[in-house]
């Protein structure tokens, strides 16, 4: 699908000083820049990490239009966010809500375009490696989020799909042509996803 990996983009092997950057220094990082402006509550600060994190990909390689590049169901809902904000007379949260939201995206997307899924994963899971005096598995935690990485794009991407299909057939129109494929592209998806957890063996909770 063509946009599956739109909101938190794809690995690529590179060369730039965030791709041989340290994994548990990336988190740090990605802390660094979306705790300020979410903190602080101000336009500026949400500007200025806006620009400090586009300023980190683009060192390392990443343009800003490919950083950017988080699909339109995103941009969308940030318009409409900014729009009410807007028009409630309040454009200082326009741009600090909107603006925040892009900037942890952006900032995830820093870990997940300059990292494979699998070692951001194995970092997760050994940086949470304390939590287990509370009975928390961190493997299975780490494995959480895998998922959420995997089925949030995905599903953005089907509905993407749905609605490219619907207009090549001049039907766009019709939210059940929409609706219909993405439910159905969920529900396998999922059945996908159980079967290759339980390959893996993972506990059932009847068991």
Same mark, same amino acid.
């Given at each position: 699908?063509?946009?599956?990996? +739109?909101?938190?983009?794809?690995?690529?092997?590179?060369?730039?000083?965030?791709?041989? &950057?340290?994994?548990?220094?990336? @988190?740090?990082?990605?802390?660094?820049?979306?705790?300020?402006? &979410?903190?602080?509550?101000?336009?500026?600060?949400?500007?200025?990490?806006?620009?400090?994190?586009?300023? =980190?990909?683009?060192?390392?390689? !990443?343009?800003?239009?490919?950083? *950017?590049? !988080?699909?339109?169901? &995103?941009?969308?809902?940030?318009?409409?966010?900014?729009?009410?904000?807007? !028009? +409630?007379?309040?454009?200082?949260?326009?741009?600090?809500? +909107?603006?925040? !939201?892009?900037? $942890?995206?952006?900032?995830?997307?820093?870990?997940?375009?300059?990292?494979?899924?699998?070692?951001?994963?194995?970092?997760?899971?050994?940086? *949470?490696? #304390?939590?287990?005096? =509370?009975?928390?598995? #961190?493997?299975?935690?780490? =494995?959480?989020?895998?998922?959420?990485?995997?089925?949030? #794009? @995905?599903?953005?991407? +089907?509905?993407?799909?749905?609605?490219?299909?619907?207009?090549?057939?001049?039907?766009?129109?019709? #939210?059940?042509?929409? =609706?219909?494929?993405?439910?159905?592209? $969920?529900?396998? @998806?999922?059945?996908?996803?159980?079967?290759?957890?339980? $390959?893996?063996?993972?506990?059932?909770?009847?068991?």
């Amino acid at each position: 699908m063509n946009a599956h990996a +739109s909101l938190l983009g794809l690995y690529e092997p590179g060369e730039g000083w965030l791709f041989r &950057l340290g994994t548990g220094a990336k @988190y740090l990082l990605l802390l660094a820049v979306t705790i300020p402006p &979410l903190a602080a509550g101000t336009w500026w600060v949400t500007a200025a990490a806006l620009a400090v994190v586009l300023g =980190l990909l683009w060192t390392s390689g !990443i343009t800003p239009v490919r950083a *950017l590049r !988080i699909g339109w169901v &995103l941009w969308m809902l940030l318009a409409v966010m900014a729009a009410y904000h807007l !028009i +409630s007379l309040n454009p200082t949260a326009a741009v600090v809500q +909107s603006g925040n !939201i892009l900037v $942890a995206v952006l900032a995830a997307r820093m870990l997940t375009l300059t990292t494979s899924t699998p070692v951001l994963m194995d970092a997760l899971a050994r940086g *949470l490696a #304390p939590v287990r005096w =509370l009975r928390i598995d #961190p493997q299975q935690v780490a =494995l959480a989020v895998a998922l959420m990485i995997r089925s949030v #794009p @995905y599903l953005i991407g +089907s509905i993407d799909d749905a609605r490219d299909a619907a207009r090549a057939r001049g039907r766009d129109r019709n #939210p059940a042509l929409l =609706l219909t494929p993405v439910v159905v592209g $969920a529900v396998a @998806y999922a059945e996908r996803t159980g079967e290759a957890l339980h $390959a893996r063996g993972l506990p059932d909770d009847g068991a």
